[in-house]
T-cell receptor, first 116, second 112 residues
Framework: DTGVSQNPRHKITKRGQNVTFRCDPI?????LYWYRQTLGQGPEFLTY????????KSRLLSDRFSAERPKGSFSTLEIQRTEQGDSAMYLC??????????????FGEGSWLTVV | QKEVEQDPGPLSVPEGAIVSLNCTYS??????FMWYRQYSRKGPELLMY????GNKEDGRFTAQVDKSSKYISLFIRDSQPSDSATYLC????????????FGKGITLSVRP
């Protein structure tokens, strides 16, 4: 069990550029989540996949944000035309379904985005 | 009003103290209650989770849920400097492996 892996860990980008983050969940987990966390706040839910299907998206996920999980394994979160307000830590998490060994949510170390 | 409110911090205690961390929530449909610990610039890690009302103990940690008052607590006994971190309460409608709603977190510092 190597845990949830996120890359890159840190990204500094200029306003208006596109950025993409990758998440590799725990191998046997079929649920994958993206959260965003700003300083002094708890994580806020962005979106959730079960296998390759994106089942829920938050209102926080504007049309500049897109997430994919093409083969039900790794996932990418792309932010287009970044704005300074997008500066945050983007957390990926995974879990199994009820009855499996993954019945709680495990978080990755996060990907820090700074938009300058 | 946010769905999960957490007592504001930061909190500083001497080593060995008993720490009480508290949250309230507004939606009675929440059934699962979690406490996560987050060290600086790291992802949250699950400490404990509880289904419905009641107490759950794990070593020096006790989680308590009172659904009648919509109140969640985490007690830490014999606190250690290594307990210094941000503590996040979280709730879920359908399971500890489902979408979570977090409080804003409280930063705890345990002084040697």
């Amino acid at each position: 069990d190597t845990g949830v892996s996120q890359n890159p860990r840190h990204k500094i980008t200029k306003r208006g550029q596109n950025v993409t983050f990758r998440c590799d969940p725990i191998s046997e987990h079929n649920r994958l989540y993206w959260y965003r966390q700003t300083l002094g706040q708890g994580p806020e839910f962005l979106t959730y996949f079960q296998n390759e299907a994106q089942l829920e998206k938050s209102r926080l996920l504007s049309d500049r944000f897109s997430a994919e999980r093409p083969k039900g394994s790794f996932s990418t979160l792309e932010i287009q035309r970044t704005e300074q307000g997008d500066s945050a830590m983007y957390l990926c998490a995974s879990s199994g379904t009820a009855g499996s060994s993954g019945n709680t949510i495990y978080f990755g170390e996060g990907s820090w985005l700074t938009v300058v | 009003q946010k769905e999960v409110e957490q007592d504001p911090g930061p909190l500083s205690v001497p080593e060995g103290a008993i720490v009480s961390l508290n949250c309230t929530y507004s939606n009675s449909a929440f059934q699962y209650f979690m406490w996560y610990r987050q060290y600086s610039r790291k992802g949250p890690e699950l400490l404990m989770y509880t289904y419905s009302s009641g107490n759950k103990e794990d070593g020096r940690f006790t989680a308590q849920v009172d659904k009648s008052s919509k109140y969640i607590s985490l007690f830490i006994r014999d606190s250690q400097p290594s307990d210094s971190a941000t503590y996040l309460c979280a709730t879920s409608y359908t399971g500890a492996n489902s979408k979570l709603t977090f409080g804003k977190g409280i930063t705890l510092s345990v002084r040697p």
